[in-house]
Every structure is written in structure tokens, then in C-alpha cells.
């Protein structure tokens, strides 16, 4: 592996002018390792990584721009189609923004509830990208099957409770949209009691499996201070060794009530991700354990939030959340009026693949479907 | 730790950058975000200085985004003494309200939000605005000083059509290449979809 980036340009120019052996592979947009329709413009030498930039848009529908020509309330259910696994994330994220926007507060019961969706979204999440990303790695079949038999029990509690399995549109400014039943939470918690057998399941398929370890340890390195500078965020950044965790940080919700570690990586490679989400699910157990335990009776929604016809006086706001895949942002600018005047995401999955290309450079054109698979993209978020 | 009020970040930012003319934008919603608007000559020294500065060490640049100010008129009634002529013929002085319009002009805006990984604190707020939104839609890129902001210019570049000075790669990114207008902007005018325009015809 050539790690010195001097070497790499000499290569690359020297091959430019015709002397070498450099070969451009477009990698996509229909590869089935691309999660989604992606391209990958990879030069070659060998079969090495002397350049790769990824290009994306192919699903672009300026969700932005639909979302300013709407109502504040009409862009929760555009929210679900960023990250189409976590629908519910997504709609915490906007509507937290919009809850700091025009000062809504939100009830008890309804931030536990909140919560538990959004733990179990987490669980599901990461308990499909390991499944995808052994099944990159060629475990074909096997590890992905069981992560979505899992997954399927958590969309089946999302489709009792808000009617649907992926698009949920469930969380309201003010509060979630329907309260939960008794039988919903007993369901919940049966769910949540085997959940850690599962992972266990999960983790002793594949851990300790050799060709596992000789193809993820060491493979895509990604340095601390370059996953701060470049903004990368999430399990990807715990991986490299960086504390933070904005359910830590900004205590959104009310996650300063539960007890639970931020698991960290030590070198950032593709194995030091792939464990990261492997903790991750244990900790969202923890605190599912928890919030099941302490959710208090009460209204789900604050009286005086008002879903139709909200104006938010003029002004900004910036609400953040930890979804499964990084730091989700919103950036609402009201100008008084019914519909946002600016309303922009911070995808996480877009500016995690900022550097996709420094984790690729000098490896093998093989290694760059697990790095990608690692980086954890879904390209409705990327392309939005 | 928290982060220190705007206030008090111009003033580290006025000693620390000599010459940098910082303004503090007030932020009237309940949120509480005030922002820093920046001049562009300093801006990039501002950036590294908020970046590598011991106590601020705002080394997470979360955010980049376009927002789009158009061109507006501003219509006020104003009272003004006008010789005016009378039944009589003879002129006398009067007040008389006339309406006045000033136009003013718009300007495309690129906000960063920044973070501390360090310190966990934020966000500080900057804001950079262009001469005007036709031919003066130049501002300094802050690639270099934070490479987060990459892939998030390039998409205000192409939605807004800000150009970002300095920046390593300034290519469209949503859009494809030979896409001439700017989607995000308030006056963009989508063309006639040809698909569903065929079907009524027909």
C-alpha cells in the first residue's frame, strides 16, 4: 500500500502522458455494492486506487425546494424519504429544528416515546449496514438475512404504531402524532428483551472469522484529525477514536436521563467501523431497557403547539440530532410567513463521503466496495 | 464549556485578525443563534483563527449552505412641502404624501455553522454575503480551512451559483454537468416538463 501522496501524483502524471498503465474504471450507477444508484470514477494502476471521485445526484429531486413552497407541517413526510431506513430519525431531526425555531415544548411521555422509536431505528440501521457489508464483503446471504428477520420485528412495532412500516410520518412539532398503546410498549419490551440474544448471535457469526479480519483490519484507514476536519460524524468518527456523540454533547430529548457509553474506535479502519455498529446495538438496547421502564402516562402533545398554519416569528434556528448515521441537521430561516423562507438539511451520509476518496487511495479496487459499504450512504439522503 | 456570546467572539476575533471587520447579525427567533457576518479579505484568516484559537478551537465546521436574498422594493409613504397651486392660480406650500420606492439590492449569503469536538461547544454562526446576485457572486472558499466544507460548496455552486474562490474542485454536484440555471434560487423558473406537457397534448 503507498500511503506517500507525492508518490501517488508522480504515478498519476507520469501515467497521464501515455507511459503507464493507468485504466479508469467507472464504478456504477448500477453496482450492486453502490447501495443505490452511485458512480465511483476510479483510476487504476493495477489494480490500486490512484484516484477515485465519487459522483452522485442521480436521485436528486430538490427536496430543499419542495420543502419551501410548503407549509412547515408538510415537510415532515418528505423527511422520511432522506434516509428511507430511518424515517423516524428524520422527522426528530426536522422537528426538533422547528421546535427551536417558534419555542414549542414537547410532554413527557411523547420524548420517551421519541426515544424508543428512535433507538429502535438505530438498532435496525446498524443491524442492516453490518448485514450489507458482510454481504459486500462476500458472506453472501446469510449474516443479511438475519439482520433483516430483526429488522422486520421493529417495522412491524413501527407499523402498529404510526401505520407504516418505512414511511412512518410520526412525530409532530409539539409532540408524536398518536400515542402508544399498553399493548404496543408490551410488545416493545418483549422485543427489546431478545434483542441482545440477537446480537450476540450476530456478533459470534462472522467476529473472529479470519478472512473477515485480513480483509477489514487495516483496510481504509481514516485519521482522526482528518475525520474531525472533514466533518464526518457518527459511528465513522467514533471509529477513529474521536468522543462525540450529540446525544452526549447537546443532551437533545431527554437523553441525559439514561445511562449509556459512546463506544470508540482505536484505528479507523473498515473493522473498527463494522464493531463500532456492533456496540452501537448494545447500547440502544441499554437505553431502550431504560426508557421502557420509565415512561411516565401523560398527553403526547403540547396544547398549545398549533401543526396547521404555524408561523414562526422571523428569525433562525439550527436543530441537530444523532441519527444512526451522523450528525442530522436542520437549518430553518423563517420569514414570518406559513412555509420556511430556507429550509436545509446536513445530510450526514453526503459529507461522509467527503473523503472517501483519501480512505481509498493505494488500496485495492476490491477494498473500495467494503470502504464504501462502511461509510454507511443511502443515496435518498446523498441526492436528496 | 460554553461558547462565548457573538459579542464577545468579534472582539477575540478583532485582536486576534488585525484589520477583520466583523458585524454581529441579531437572530429574533426563539433559538437564540446570533451570527458573525465576516469581510471577505479576512475571512479565511478569520476561519483559521476561530479554528486553531486555544479557547474557541472550533474545529468541526458542521453546516455549509446558500440562502438566496433577491432584489426588493421597498415602499415607504413620505410626507413632503410641495408648492401647489390653489382654486385662485396662487401657489402656496402644502404638505403632500407621495410614495416613494427604493430598490434594494439582493445578495446571495453562505452560512457556516461551526462546532468544537474539542470542547463541545457551539454553534458559532459565520455568514458571508456576495456584491449582488449577477455578476458579483464571488466569495473566498473555506475548503481550505475546514475540508468539510467540500462536497457542501460545491452544492451552494451549483443550487446558488456562488462561486467559491480557492476551492480545490468547484464542479457542479447534484446537478449534471451543462445544467446552465441556479435551482435553489427564489426567481428560478422550472422549465415545462416536456413528459407531462406530451401526455395533455396528445
Not at chain 1, 121 to 127: E, L, P, S, V
Not at chain 1, 179 to 196: H, I, K
Not at chain 1, 354 to 362: A, F, H, K, Y
Not at chain 2, 12 to 39: F, K, M, R, W, Y
Amino acid at each position: 500500500m503507498i500511503t506517500d501522496v507525492a508518490e501517488l501524483e508522480r504515478i498519476a502524471v507520469v501515467n497521464e502522458d501515455g507511459l503507464g498503465d493507468i485504466m479508469e474504471v467507472s464504478m456504477g450507477p448500477h453496482h450492486p455494492s453502490t447501495h443505490g444508484v452511485f458512480r465511483m470514477d476510479v483510476r487504476l494502476e493495477g489494480e490500486r486506487v490512484v484516484r477515485l471521485k465519487p459522483v452522485f445526484g442521480y436521485l436528486h429531486r430538490n427536496h430543499e425546494k419542495i420543502a419551501e413552497h410548503g407549509a412547515y407541517l408538510s415537510a415532515i413526510p418528505y423527511t422520511d424519504r432522506l434516509d428511507y431506513l430511518c424515517s423516524m430519525t428524520n422527522n426528530w431531526g426536522y422537528v426538533l429544528a422547528v421546535e427551536k425555531l417558534a419555542g414549542i415544548a414537547v410532554p413527557e411521555r411523547a420524548e420517551y416515546i421519541r426515544v424508543i422509536v428512535a433507538e429502535l431505528t438505530r438498532f435496525q440501521n446498524h443491524a442492516g449496514l453490518v448485514g450489507f457489508l458482510l454481504q459486500d464483503m462476500g458472506a453472501s446471504g446469510t449474516p443479511l438475512m438475519y439482520a433483516f428477520r430483526e429488522r422486520e420485528k421493529v417495522l412491524d412495532l413501527f407499523e402498529s404504531l404510526s401505520g407504516a412500516r418505512m414511511m412512518c410520518n410520526y412525530m409532530r412539532f409539539g409532540g408524536v402524532r398518536v400515542d402508544c398503546s399498553p399493548a404496543w410498549l408490551t410488545e416493545t419490551r418483549q422485543l427489546v428483551g431478545r434483542l441482545p440474544g440477537f446480537v450476540d448471535e450476530f456478533e459470534n457469526l462472522l467476529r473472529a472469522n479470519e478472512i473477515l479480519m485480513a480483509r477489514t483490519q487495516g483496510t481504509g484507514v481514516l485519521p482522526r484529525e482528518l475525520a474531525v476536519n472533514a466533518g464526518v460524524t457518527g459511528p465513522m468518527l467514533r471509529a477513529s477514536g474521536v468522543n462525540y456523540d450529540i446525544r452526549k454533547v447537546d443532551k437533545y430529548g431527554i437523553y441525559d436521563r439514561f445511562s449509556f457509553r459512546v463506544p470508540m474506535g482505536e484505528h479507523g479502519d473498515v473493522y473498527d467501523r463494522y464493531m463500532m455498529r456492533i456496540l452501537e446495538m448494545r447500547e440502544s438496547v441499554k437505553i431502550l431497557e431504560q426508557a421502557l421502564r420509565d415512561i411516565p402516562a401523560g398527553p403526547v402533545m403540547d396544547a398549545k403547539a398549533r401543526l396547521r398554519g404555524l408561523r414562526p416569528k422571523a428569525g433562525e434556528a439550527y436543530g441537530r440530532i444523532e441519527s444512526p448515521k451522523g450528525e442530522l441537521g436542520f437549518y430553518l430561516i423563517s420569514d414570518g410567513s406559513g412555509n420556511p423562507y430556507r429550509y436545509r438539511v446536513r445530510p450526514p451520509s453526503m459529507i461522509n463521503l467527503t473523503i472517501l476518496e483519501d480512505m481509498c487511495l493505494g488500496e485495492n479496487i476490491a477494498d473500495t466496495v467494503i470502504i464504501l459499504g462502511s461509510v454507511d450512504i443511502v443515496l435518498g439522503e446523498v441526492d436528496r | 464549556m460554553p461558547l462565548p456570546s457573538p459579542e464577545n467572539i468579534k472582539a477575540q476575533i478583532e485582536a486576534g485578525v488585525p484589520g477583520a471587520s466583523v458585524t454581529v447579525i441579531a437572530n429574533g427567533s426563539p433559538s437564540g443563534q446570533h451570527s458573525l457576518l465576516l469581510d471577505h479579505a479576512h475571512a479565511r484568516a478569520v476561519a483559521e483563527f476561530l479554528r486553531d484559537d486555544a479557547e474557541l478551537r472550533l474545529d468541526y465546521c458542521s453546516l455549509v449552505t446558500g440562502v438566496d436574498w433577491p432584489d426588493s422594493e421597498v415602499t415607504e409613504k413620505v410626507k413632503v412641502k410641495k408648492l401647489v397651486a390653489g382654486p385662485d392660480g396662487a401657489e402656496s406650500e402644502k404638505e403632500v404624501e407621495e410614495v416613494r420606492k427604493t430598490k434594494v439590492p439582493g445578495y446571495l449569503e453562505a452560512v457556516y455553522h461551526l462546532f468544537s469536538m474539542e470542547k463541545k461547544h457551539g454553534p458559532a454562526i459565520l455568514r458571508l454575503r456576495t456584491a449582488n446576485r449577477a455578476d458579483g457572486t464571488h466569495l473566498p472558499s473555506l475548503t481550505p480551512v475546514w475540508r468539510s466544507a467540500e462536497f457542501q460548496e460545491r452544492e451552494a455552486f451549483d443550487l446558488y451559483g456562488i462561486v467559491f474562490d480557492g476551492h480545490p474542485d468547484l464542479r457542479r454536484i447534484l446537478m449534471w454537468d451543462g445544467f446552465v440555471d441556479y435551482p435553489m434560487r427564489k426567481d428560478y423558473v422550472p422549465p415545462e416538463d416536456d413528459i407531462l406537457v406530451t401526455g395533455v397534448k396528445a
